[in-house]
């Protein structure tokens, strides 16, 4: 064993004396990585850009034999689905005692919305449209995954998607690209802190590179295919946002553009990625996509197929372990240069130096620091807070709040008890077991007179209605009757496209029988994507999108159903009326032929409407607010100057209440067609009964500007409307000249002055 030991220490004195010089000097760390390379055969070089799964998810904490071996020889240089102090130290000790080198291993997972005390979902996150918020989620999951053996979480996903049939919507903010890019680099920076040198933070992971969200026919792994002006317009701008705020690492997307993969899309990962944008970190593909370019029909075999995704700048093979096996042979081959091989392991050696781990490999399995850390009470009440800010208030006739002293309520659906379900898809290391239940949450805020009954109704996801009997009979004995109705969990995220956004199986049916016992009704949605509820909207009096909430959800939704917290979230996508209008989202471009109805042929369906249910940005409050005039401080503007945009706020109701104030604009005419609206900012403001805020907007030519006829990016003089209201489609409107545009060319920037 010392002759196995003593390799590592040479090679740790060799490169590295101090963690925190190492992470303030780039050239020291630079210098310590050539050294490490010049030790390396190509086999360990190839080990390097190699991820291999652990097989906790299935069998507890262990790892396939075959792969253990592979860690021996210093053929793997990432491990994901392994957490926890003392497993990954026991990984650890293979790496750094057992290899020829001692290279540490870094440790990767799936950390999407919490590490163990989990937050709602990332949609239901970006419902809050607080920016600080998100950060703060983010945050407690870094300190609780580090503490648990994590450097590296593959988050956030920064897809924009416009097509609620794809089940991966949940992963992220929504349809709007400006929404998305803030939301994107808050929680980059929520999980890197300070910068991945600091020990409870973890290495963010920006995926899926690129406009994996625009999968055809919502239908997962699929293929995109999009005009590089939507490409850039549209889907690139949070990818660089989260890139700007200092992400370590990028996840190549599943699906094709423009006739090549993205793993090997040399368009996006070198010219894009690398010199437009200057992104210094490693790049690692998705489970398995470099072996899904055989199905894809873009290389005939695996070593072709490993040559073309290292040198489109794809630095690390995900699970397929084609760099690992064909790599070397390709350099022997000069098919690949070595050239190409140390550049990629240059950036994978960089980030283990900037984490420190070739000071102290176990820094991060400290068993004390994670019973001291992970689920502590202040993450929990992060949670809550965070789940109360994401719950929308869809619809409400008077019926909420309710009163904490009804004499009966009863709970009535498949998920009112559920614990698993609240806390959703991509929940990470959670527990089910540890969740509050919507019942619970009820149980424990009303007064011990109330009388709470419960029964399930009907299963979520069959016809049988064996059950609606029980539930009917409970509702007639109950003074206000709450219904708990959606998808079960494992219905939203990867893999989990749906054809139809109805309530499944035989819940809406349920809701209905419900519906005519002539009981006040409240309709609570548990789901990871928008469905198409219009029967609900017309026929229930509440209706609360509550997303899944994660730990702490049932408290959370008892806050707001009983009045201790008024609901404040707004949708970060636009709810259908019917999925044959998907895709659907509030910035379409106008058509030749706008909708009349009294034409039949314009832009309209014959048999549903054009408009949403629910349009983007909406979401209602137990107060109600009053907007002002739009006044803008100049009729026209040049170019080279701001303007200012302001709207007057008033709490026109008896509660306090916070009112996402939202800010649009859209060009009138410009040298290619423009969206019909484009949100531009939003400000969220606090205000009791009676009181009133002067809101105030500044557009600058950034905000105007957009990639025009030639594809340069700047603003063209013209006519534009200016909007702000509660949501996307109730605006007050203003409007303004810009007068001398020239043909400037602005760096796009996608952290907006708003950060």
Known sequence: MKKLVIPFLFCTLLVSCNTERSARSGDSIDSRVDSVLKLMTVEEKAGQLTLYTSDWDVTGPSIRAGYQEDIKAGKVGAVFNAYGAKYTRQLQEIAVKETRLGIPLLFGYDVIHGHKTIFPIPIGEASSWDLEAIERSARVAAEEASADG????????????????????????GEDTYL?????????????????SEINSVAACVKHFAAYGASQAGRDYHTVDMSDRVLREVYLPPYKAAVDAGAATVMTSFNELDGTPATANKYLMDDILRKEWGFQGFVVTDYTSIMEMLNHGNVADSAEAAAATIKSGVDMDMQAGFFQYELPQLVKDGKVSEAELNTAVRRVLRIKFQMGLFDDPYRYSDEQREKSTIGKPEFKEASRDVARKSIVLLKNNGVLPLSKSVKTI???????????????????AGKGDSAVSIFDGIRAKVSPSTRVLYAKGCNVNDDSTKYFGEAVSLARQAD???????????????????GILDLPGAQQKLVEEIHKTGKPVVVLLSNGRPLTIPWIDKNIPAVVETWYLGTQAGHAIADVLFGDYNPSGKLPVTFPYSVGQVPIFYSAKNTGRPRDPNNKYSSKYLDIPNDPLYPFGYGLSYTTFEYGEVNLSAGEVSANQNLSVTCRITNSGSLSGTETVQLYIRDMVGSVTRPLKELKGFQ???????????????LTPEDLSFYRKDMTFGPEAGRFKVFVGPNSRDVKEGEFELTDAPKMEFQVKAMKKDL
């Not at 998305?180 to 890197?192: D, P, Y």
């Not at 659906?413 to 929940?427: F, H, T």
């Open 480 to 498: 206000i009757v709450i219904m708990s109705v959606g998808e079960a969990a494992w219905m939203s995220g990867e893999a989990s496209s749906r």
């Open 684 to 698: 969220q403001v606090k205000l009791g009964p009676g009181e009133f805020k002067d809101v105030v907007f500044t």
């Open 410 to 428: 009863a709970l009535i659906g498949p998920l009112g008890k559920s614990r698993l379900d609240m806390i959703g898809a991509w929940s990470a």
């Open 150 to 173: 994590l450097h590296w979480t593959f988050a956030p996903m920064v897809d924009i998607s416009r097509d609620p049939r794809w089940g991966r919507v949940m992963e992220g903010a």
């Open 180 to 196: 998305g890019s803030l939301i994107g680099a808050a929680r980059v920076k929520g999980f890197q802190g300070n910068g991945i």
